[in-house]
Nanobody
Framework: QVQLVESGGGLVQAGGSLRLSCVVS????????MAWFRQAPGKEREFVAA????????YYADFVKGRFTISRDRAESTVYLQMNSLKPEDAAQYYC???????????????WGQGTQVTVSS
């Protein structure tokens, strides 16, 4: 049974930083893609960033380029999202997901964590 457990969310002032972590109970294969999505109240879930587990290739939504960095620790089966220069509009529930291929569509990912809340005060 694959489980994803996120942590690291919290309250931060605008301009601040947070690092989210996602531990995967079953080590991903090299072909898997790990991604972060977010969902704010009343909005659809949207793609934030992704990383190919084997090659380490990364992908970002335009609105986080230059501010967020996704990385993975293969030995620890953990994926991270370093978030810098946070803005109030970044506030959302952040979810970790595992998929078989890269996509920005939530439906392409088979396994999801329960989410971690990020709140950004102005």
């Amino acid at each position: 049974q694959v489980q994803l457990v996120e942590s690291g969310g919290g309250l931060v002032q605008a301009g601040g930083s947070l690092r989210l972590s996602c531990v995967v109970s079953v080590r991903p294969y090299s072909s898997h893609v790990m991604a972060w999505f977010r969902q704010a109240p009343g909005k659809e879930r949207e793609f934030v960033a992704a990383v190919r587990w084997g090659a380490g290739t990364t992908y970002y939504a335009d609105f986080v380029k230059g501010r967020f960095t996704i990385s993975r620790d293969r030995a620890e089966s953990t994926v991270y999202l370093q978030m810098n220069s946070l803005k109030p509009e970044d506030a959302a529930q952040y979810y970790c997901a595992r998929g078989n291929s890269y996509s920005v569509r939530p439906g392409s990912y088979s396994y999801w964590g329960q989410g971690t809340q990020v709140t950004v005060s102005s």
